[in-house]
């Protein structure tokens, strides 16, 4: 019995046990607030927490943010379960955006708040974390499933009929 969407499992698995060893890394080896340059001013490992979405946003009100990742965990699980099987793109995707979901979704059930620590100081971004960094590798993937239109066999392209 093969396993439906197979490299969406393997990409959801990957991103989550990624994330979380990174954090848990993290919250054993550094202080709440530390920075450990890896480039000078360019790059940091800084231990920080949020309670809010992307950039803070709902850091005040964010209790509601863990249901979301349940949500988008549970939905995502079950199109890749009862759903069609996807191209390898949208396998990806997805898997790798329910990798973040259920990483920070985690990290929101467990302790309230996620465990971020990549900061490019460079550029002054929100310090993130890898389940951040997996569910825009995700989006990426689902784009390229947009626009690649691989040939089929007999020559034309998904998508499209001969006349």
Known sequence: MSIKNQLFWVAAFV???LDQITKYW???????EQ???IWE?????????NTGAAFSLFSESGGWLRWLSLGVSLGLMAL??????MNRWEQAGYGFILGGA???GIDR???GEVVDFLEFRLIRFPVFNLADVFINIGIVCLLIAIFYNPPRSN???SGTTEK
């Open 15 to 17: 991103g989550l046990v």
């Open 26 to 32: 993290v919250v054993q080896a550094m202080e709440l």
């Open 35 to 37: 920075s450990i340059p």
């Open 41 to 49: 001013g360019v790059f940091h490992f800084t231990y920080v927490t």
């Open 80 to 85: 890749a379960w009862f759903g069609p099987v």
């Open 102 to 104: 259920l990483g920070n």
């Open 109 to 111: 059930f467990a302790a």
């Open 155 to 157: 020559g034309t392209r």
